[in-house]
């Protein structure tokens, strides 16, 4: 809320001495939820809904309407990892923790995860700055 565009240290234990997958995970979990937070709130006619206010009274239940239907899974957090059910409900599915699930995730990743090759212009543009920098340096490793 006070400006901050850069989060250091992700995935950082011992101060930087370690690093461990699944803390990444949760890192990233949180930065989602940081940059959910400082985008603000959008104010219009359809998220004050006065209209649905005015509708459903001051003795009336909201959780039911359309527009709340509408709003409430685009709008609020929607983490994988941190589990927000009622307790029985989170031990009747197997109770594991917010460090568990990150384990998984980071396991899965590991395994499954295929990146995207750069392109020829991305290539080429690091080239370019590799025999740059070898310029500067002195350095005579031909990257090309």
Not at 126 to 140: F, P, Q, S, V, W
Request: proline share 1%.
């Amino acid at each position: 809320m006070g400006g901050v565009n850069l989060v250091l240290g992700v995935g950082m234990l011992e101060g930087g001495l370690t690093y461990d997958y699944a803390q990444i995970v949760m890192d990233c979990e949180m930065i989602k939820m940081i940059r959910k937070v400082i985008g603000g709130i959008e104010v219009n006619q359809e998220t004050l809904a006065v209209d649905v206010i005015s509708q459903v009274g001051p003795a009336g239940e909201f959780m039911s309407h359309a527009h709340t239907f509408r709003h409430y899974k685009a709008e609020q957090s929607q983490s994988k990892l941190i589990d927000r059910n009622m307790r029985s409900t989170w031990l009747a599915n197997g109770g594991k923790d917010f460090t568990e699930r990150a384990y998984e995730k980071a396991r899965y990743i590991l395994e499954n995860h295929k990146p995207e090759a750069l392109s020829e212009g991305v290539k080429s543009k690091i080239r370019d700055i590799i025999e740059e920098a070898n310029g500067y340096y002195g350095l005579k490793d031909d990257v090309r």
